[in-house]
């Protein structure tokens, strides 16, 4: 029996599998995001453990047996986070999140103190990065910056509180931009750059490997057996490639969560750093990843429900099914970036923008722009990643955006690509953290990483992809006539 945990931006989520490949119980736990000022994203790390106290004790409630038989614990989690303590492990502030924005000036600073920072880490220094948010906080917050004994990322934070181990593990430690991808090893070029050295960092080990084993104390609160290991675990996005089974050369996934993610998994470090690409450590060992990353999809439409006045988001997505094809062709054009944008625009005053409406437009239409706008921004992150042998011709569609199958139809018209959906694609990273749980205990590769059967599969329709296609095009050029408004507002 193994246990996976996922801390989400917005819930935390734990699952139980079987050797069998069986999940027999999922529980889950919401967050709340903290926006204290514009660009800022920030929780309470005393949430994280509010919340997985409350999904234990559910499991407790309902699965106490399969508890008592555990063998081991994965770890994922939302990525890039900083979570500052002091020299007794205490948290010093909220922690800064993958979508704060704030830290813009740093990323420049870090880029000027290190100009081969791109060759060492495979990506560009941007704010949602967890290396210019300790820039942030040297400058800002210099007395708390002086107190910092040690910087953990989010999922990392709960494995001290469960093992009393500071250990981190390649996939989230790539997103730092701390780490040297080649090597997967930490860069004391950067560290220095950041007025930091090693100590304050995690040790590093695999995710596929035994990091800590939880206490005797955590043990005994949840019904556990004693001496149980926990796997290095993976950050979100590889812990869900691992959970669909897509760790080989030239698999990969679309991801429609509160961000959207664009990831397939190769055999060697791929960098394209220039469109904003992300090149990752993939969470098993000599492997790596490419993603591209637009930071509000799934999130985009849900803000639109609200804002829109729809009871939820299925609402919204059922009204813009309802457009007519000529419709379609004259709705406005949505530019998704309500958190700014990763890839490929690397550009943090990015802003949503409704264009093209006109008093014939109802609210119908704009629903539909916005479901659109995420795919065409989906198509902007296709489009950076490095040409796959053969080349790439389907997709494996995750997250909870996944299961609106009108969308995932546009969106498979958009890419001009196949998108399949997976049974227990909606608890990806959390099944793939406990697959992780698995292979630390010593299942092999090929036997855990499996892929789930499709439930579902959509394939693009060529008339309709030619129609995005052309609308995709104004998509862009709509972005480049506005960027030096959304420059000139800051």
Not at 136 to 146: A, D, G, I
Not at 231 to 244: I, K, L, P, R
Request: hydrophobic share 45%; net charge negative.
């Amino acid at each position: 029996m193994f246990l996976g945990l996922d801390l989400g931006t917005s819930e935390l989520k734990a699952l139980l599998l079987t050797d069998t490949h069986e999940v027999i119980a999922t529980a889950r736990s919401p967050l709340t995001v903290q926006r204290p000022q514009p660009l800022w994203a920030e929780q309470a790390p005393a949430d994280w453990w509010s919340a997985l106290e409350d999904v234990m004790q559910q499991l407790q409630q309902s699965h106490a047996a399969a508890l008592a038989r555990l063998q081991g614990v994965g770890l994922s989690g939302q990525m890039h986070g900083a979570v500052l303590l002091d020299e007794h492990d205490a948290v010093l502030r909220p922690a800064i999140l993958w979508n704060d924005g704030r830290s813009g000036p740093q990323c420049e600073e870090l880029t000027t103190a290190v100009p081969d920072l791109a060759a060492i880490t495979g990506n560009l220094a941007m704010p949602g990065f967890t290396a210019p948010k300790l820039l942030w906080v040297r400058e800002h917050e210099p007395t708390l910056f002086s107190r910092v004994h040690r910087v953990l990322l989010p999922k990392d934070w709960l494995r001290l509180q469960l093992t009393g181990e500071a250990v981190s593990e390649m996939s989230d430690a790539a997103g730092t931009l701390w780490l040297d991808g080649t090597r997967r090893d930490w860069s004391d070029t950067l560290l220095k750059a950041c007025g930091l050295t090693r100590a304050h960092m995690p040790r590093l080990v695999e995710g596929s490997e035994v990091s800590a084993f939880l206490t005797p104390a955590v043990c005994t609160r949840w019904g556990l057996p004693q001496r149980v290991p926990v796997a290095g675990g993976a950050g979100d996005n590889a812990a869900s490639a691992v959970g669909m089974g897509l760790v080989r050369p030239g698999e990969g996934f679309v991801s429609l969560g509160t961000s959207g993610v664009v990831f397939v998994s190769g055999d060697r470090f791929q960098p394209n750093p220039q469109r904003a690409l992300h090149a990752f450590c993939h969470a098993l060992p000599n492997r790596w990843h490419q993603m591209s990353v637009m930071l509000s999809a799934a999130g985009a439409v849900s803000w639109a429900a609200r804002t829109l006045g729809f009871d939820h988001e299925a609402a919204l997505l059922t009204t813009a099914a309802r457009l007519a094809p000529g419709e379609r062709a004259a709705a406005p054009l949505f530019l998704p970036y309500l958190s700014g944008e990763r890839t490929p625009h690397n550009q943090p005053l990015a802003t949503g923008v409704w264009f093209g409406m006109t008093a014939a437009h109802g609210r119908d239409a704009l629903a539909y722009a916005v479901a659109e706008g995420v795919g065409f921004g989906l198509r902007d992150g296709l489009q950076t990643l490095s040409a796959t042998e053969p080349p790439l011709r389907a997709l494996s569609l995750v997250g909870g955006g996944a299961r609106d199958a009108w969308w995932a139809q546009l969106l498979a018209d958009t890419l001009g690509l196949t998108l399949c959906v997976h049974a227990g694609g909606e608890t990806g990273a959390a099944l793939g953290a406990a697959r992780l749980a698995w292979l630390a205990c010593g299942g092999a590769i090929d036997t855990v990483c499996t892929t789930p059967p499709v439930t579902r599969q959509f394939e693009p329709d060529a008339a309709s992809h030619a129609a995005l296609v052309l609308r995709h095009t104004r998509f862009q050029a709509l972005y480049t006539a506005l960027l030096p408004q959304f420059l000139h507002a800051e």
